[in-house]
């Protein structure tokens, strides 16, 4: 029936017709259809003699073409998955419905934080926020905890704090017995905390720090640019409060703890791994930050054994002369050798617009061994014809195993084909996208288009403590809500899930360990939500 | 050597290798590359085991076939275009460092009509008015001219107001010689124009009624259909002013003229067609609407011999029962029987959100004969999975020549494959979208991906007149600029120039000659520029 049909079938003029590389498929899903739940209807020879009945099934053929480009569509539900649908696919035409995801929306003056505590009310975030989700592969090492963690942290023993204007601004922080002598970025003076706190009164304080531990009001923010300058204060100013080796231990074991607690069983760190420091100022060697983070690790699931697992990307600045990248070659080979599978890979992180672009670095980066894979940064921009979006390209043809971000995919066809056809997933970053000013409107996200076209993604949170959203659910919940088709239910809820240990760094082995673990959680949470 | 290559080439695993597609190509165009350019550097097993130097060939193969898939990288420049580029890719990069097209400007509080006025101060802006852009094919009948031709309507003889709040709202205008005695759509009290004049100040009702015949201010709309509903209520406003036999004829050839000199040649015109009146109420038939369009498109081409042509969309409002289509179908055969070549087809217009979609139509619309053409809006909305943005299947299904806005097509690539297949061009309309709440930030306009994958569009304006944008330069300033890849050059505004000829809806003997009248402009403009 099928070259019947394309005989007969005629769009524009035969001349395009015989172009139409697709009319093959359409037109055997077409007769698929005809056999199955039609009577056969011959297919007119011009469009405008077709009956309003054949018109309707070839309509239905290509819809459903298209909606099996989408991966997800194919994710078979059991019957208790469907039950658990129902629930989840009510609870989100309710959440339509409030009208807060209705398209312009975002670019409204409402700060997204106020809009996150609202989403946060609903009953389709518990549902999302119970909801397994397999593991985080893109989050960074000083910007996962909650404010409120932060703001704790700042309590304990021998923290010094230096501040400008009178104390209206915070600088640095430093752990020491004595006054601290270390040069800030900035000219400041030194006071212990908590004569500061007593100073400024408690209250104010918190209120202050919770302010300036975030990037509110990001409303602020003209540009991309003035966004990340913001966002890089952040990184710095925590810097003295982190890296003392008591908090960073501490800072890590209360991020595993927040993320479990948000149905994350597994997480990709990536770390600029820092030198630590100890009260008496002096420095420890990377590779001692690197034993924290594997004794937190283990001490985590040996008190939490449904958690999966953890890994480290060792993620340095991309903001440096070539010729440091030859350090960062040797630090991580070096944690390769001491930490085989503890090590995920390498990335180079920091604004792919003021740091150098992939190209510069590649006579360093073709000298890592094989064994250590890449996770590169690319394409965090929505420039078009750049050296920063063409990072993608280099991400690629460098042998990257994922993409971090890749906002910029979407205007790169031939990259996006070699990601489909490499099975390299990108992992989308949401919340992040918006605060740090790339898009405003969730209807216009990339994402879309690479579900669309069958490009693998994970939902990742990136930096979720600095703009006040939780370690992983509200990223998820924008990506149903607002990226995914309007018709997503829970089959992409589930490939988001299983996507997040299939593209993860683990081997084959370890894979199929965590995949048991996941479902066994996957199909209490499924008996729960069914009920 | 392409096969030989395949074989040594690796990335992930063989097995992955064997699916990467296109690898031939990209082996062939790297052998070329090498035979020109370079000395033949084998390709390594290891990707990690190629020099620099292998991976710079590689890298530059996979950048060329990428922009390649654009189709203006194909398009030639002869010596004085190439000269004439010079110029304006300077003057392309003036406007870059000035920073109002970073990322993220467009989300600022900055209201677009000022920005638009900054640009038209710029002298690349002077460059692309005088650009001969060949035709306008997406424009509305009642929103082409500039407000401040609409206010000097206003001072017409015989022309009431009707106003309510004393006076600080207008709801409606009406020519009479008498009081009218029709109803407005909202309760208001009519006073001839010159007594409101009067009573409120002349400069106060200019002030007024340039505000009042525009989107501004556009910051108060939380949503896509918040700035529809104020929209639809200038064109509501403005029917009892065009309406007007008189009027109707003026208006539209002061279109043309600020049309030709704004670089237009060709308009293909959406117009409801509505009944006419006269001083005595009369109401005309619509048959005498489209007189007016026809003798008056021949009036202007007399005194304008550079001026190639207009033709007319018969596009009435899509919502409404499908009954009500059948009456359209008979006017537009009616149309087509009358003024054959004139009618360039049919279309049904007004927000797809609100209106009905094109399935609801379908039996009606496939009665039309086959040689009046449809030109379709679909997709104009950022959903993805909805009725709305599935008019996109129907448009392309029922035979459209063109897709009008299409905003929503990167979500179905599917469609957009048939797009390409079909030569089906996407009119895209820049500051349209912007206004209307699609999207905020250029950078992320879905045309960009049109662009990339080499799917045909043409820059049209759509209602200019409403946000007090220049009849169509503004769209080509953001298309060139916002839209198009950095390096996009005078390669892409010749293209853009050229698909609107190619993509009109003229017959094949007509657009040989439209294109040599539009040669003999570009040719001179280029003179002038390279001077």
């Known amino acids: 029936m099928s070259s019947i049909c394309f005989q007969n079938f005629k769009f524009a003029s035969p001349a395009t017709m015989l172009k139409l590389r697709f009319c093959g498929s359409m037109m055997r899903c077409l007769s698929r259809c005809a056999q199955k739940k039609y009577e056969p209807i011959s297919i007119s020879k011009s469009l405008r003699e077709n009956s309003p009945e054949a018109y309707a ?110 104390g209206a601004d915070a600088i640095a922080f430093r752990f020491s017995k004595e006054k601290p002598t270390m040069k800030a970025t900035e000219e400041c003076s030194w006071e212990p905390m908590e004569e500061f706190r007593e100073r400024r009164g408690e209250a104010n304080v918190i209120k202050y720090l919770l302010r300036r531990f975030s990037m509110y009001p990001v409303s602020s923010y003209a540009t991309n640019n003035a966004a990340w300058q913001d966002f890089m204060s952040i990184f710095m100013l925590l ?44 420095q420890l060697d990377i590779m001692d930050t690197m034993e924290i983070y594997k004794s937190e690790t283990e001490r985590f699931k040996a008190n939490n054994p449904d958690f999966i697992d953890a890994k480290l990307i060792y993620a340095p600045l991309r903001i440096v002369e070539p010729k440091v990248c030859e350090d960062y070659i040797k630090n991580c080979i070096a944690f390769k050798k001491n930490y085989s599978t503890f090590l995920a890979g390498f990335d180079l992180v920091g604004q792919e617009e003021l740091g150098r672009p992939l190209i510069d670095f590649v006579e360093q980066l073709l000298k890592l061994p094989e064994d250590i894979n890449f996770y590169f940064h690319a394409g965090e921009t929505n420039w078009y014809g750049t050296s920063i979006d ?120 370890e894979k199929k360990k965590a995949f048991e673990k996941w479902q066994k959680q996957w199909d209490k949470w499924i008996d729960d939500v069914a009920k």
């Open 57 to 166: 099934i070839m309509r239905e053929a290509v819809i459903k073409l298209e909606r099996q480009s989408a991966r997800f569509t194919n994710v078979l539900l059991s019957p208790k998955e469907q039950a658990a649908n129902e629930v989840i696919m009510r609870e989100k035409n309710a959440e339509y419905n409030k009208g807060y995801l209705e398209p312009g929306n975002g670019n409204t003056d409402e700060p997204p934080y106020l809009v996150l505590n609202k989403i946060k009310e609903t009953p389709l975030y518990s549902l999302l926020q119970k909801m397994p989700k397999g593991g985080l592969l893109h989050a960074h090492d000083t910007a996962i905890c909650s404010s409120a963690y932060l703001v704790e942290l700042t309590y304990r023993k021998h923290l010094w704090i230096c501040t400008k204007n009178e």
């Open 239 to 282: 810097d003295g409060l982190l890296l003392f080796a008591p908090v960073w231990r501490d800072y890590y074991y209360n991020a595993l703890t927040e993320l479990h607690a948000d149905g994350v069983q597994y997480l990709e760190l990536r770390s600029v791994m820092p030198n630590l420091y100890c009260i008496n100022g002096e």
């Open 390 to 509: 063409e990072n993608l390209v280099d991400a690629v043809l460098l042998g990257t195993k994922r993409i971090g971000h890749g906002y910029a995919i979407i205007k790169h066809p031939l990259v996006m084909n070699m990601l489909k056809q490499l099975d390299i997933a990108v992992e989308v970053c949401p919340v992040s996208n918006q605060v740090l000013q790339l898009g405003q409107d969730y209807h216009n996200h990339p994402a879309a288009m690479l579900i669309a076209n069958g490009v693998p993604i994970v939902i990742s949170s990136d930096d979720p403590s600095f703009w006040w959203a939780s370690p992983l659910t509200h990223d998820f919940y924008y990506a149903f809500l607002g990226i995914a088709p309007f018709h997503a239910d829970l089959r992409f809820l589930k490939q988001m899930a299983m996507n997040s240990i299939r593209y993860n760094a683990m081997a084959e082995e």
